[in-house]
């Protein structure tokens, strides 16, 4: 996703980054985190191994291991050691970028510690790996409100600087739209997809609304549908009911049907700029 505004965040991304800290950016999911990570790391000229959190994540996958076959060969010694990500990224003195990073289990957040702290870690069978200049850590997470996700320890939190964002402002989404879709829609359209997705976060009926990538697929899909589609207005909120189901949560959804939600924005005019 192209990189739109974030000048403050760029900004206290950067001075973290030029004064060897980790840093951790926390914003609901879609606002451009690993956009802003990678760009500045890109910058900086600083390598970027990625790794995405998930709770089934294991020690072993984040540091590396000893390949079986190898060792029966070799026995325990460094060539039959294949790095992890983060054992990669110590030796190439790059960014680990973990994504996520509080839907990863405890014990695999711990195994960080003592690379922030010290630079270092002990790998059993294989001894000490001291991290090359540049090593750091940027992760991202989730407000906690999300579903799975955990609150990370005090002692993980205590080595990040936080930067925080949130979603941008509407005509900094329709920019980021109209550099991210696959064609080139109407302006209209994109106008309307920003609206009505922007509209689903303020919605008392919606617990969590969509993010701008949800307004890319409706100006994408919009701008198909409108070959066929009675009206722009039409298209749009179509091509809604294909990209918004999976993408927003409801407050209520035992009572409340997405649908009903979709043409009630409608009937307030949502969609309205995209119908003229």
């Known amino acids: ?134 090593f750091g850590v940027i992760a991202t997470q989730n407000p906690g409100e999300f579903v799975a996700t955990g609150a990370l320890s005090e002692a993980l939190l205590d080595r990040f600087e936080l930067v925080r964002l949130d979603h941008a402002e509407e005509a900094e989404e329709r920019e980021i739209v109209r550099l991210n879709c696959y064609g080139a829609p109407d302006a209209a359209l994109i106008e309307g997809a920003v609206a009505l997705v922007r509209a689903t976060r303020s919605d008392p009926r919606i617990r969590r609304g969509a993010s701008v990538r949800a307004a890319i697929a409706i100006a994408d899909l919009a701008a198909h549908l409108a070959r066929t589609a009675e009206s722009l207005d039409d298209a749009l909120f179509r091509a809604a009911a294909l990209a918004l189901p999976h993408r927003v949560e409801l407050a209520d959804p035992h009572n409340v049907r997405l649908a009903t939600v979709l043409d009630d924005l409608r009937k307030k005019g949502t969609g309205a700029r995209a119908g003229r």
Request: net charge negative.
């Open 1 to 134: 996703m192209s990189l739109v505004g974030r000048h403050l965040e760029l900004e206290a991304l950067r001075a973290c980054i030029a004064v060897g800290r980790h840093v951790l950016l926390e914003g609901p999911v879609g606002v451009g985190k690993t956009a802003l990570a990678r760009s500045v790391c890109a910058e900086a000229a600083r390598g970027f191994v990625r790794v995405d959190g998930d709770g089934r994540y294991s020690e072993a996958r984040l540091v590396g291991q000893f390949d079986p076959p190898m060792v029966l060969q070799h026995g325990y010694r460094a060539e039959s050691f294949i790095d992890g990500p983060l054992l990669r990224a110590m030796r190439e003195g790059a960014v680990l970028f973990i994504n996520e990073l509080n839907r990863m289990p405890e014990g695999v957040q711990n195994v960080l510690l003592p690379a922030m702290d010290e630079g270092m870690i002990v790998v059993p069978m294989l001894g000490e790996v001291r991290a090359s200049p540049g």
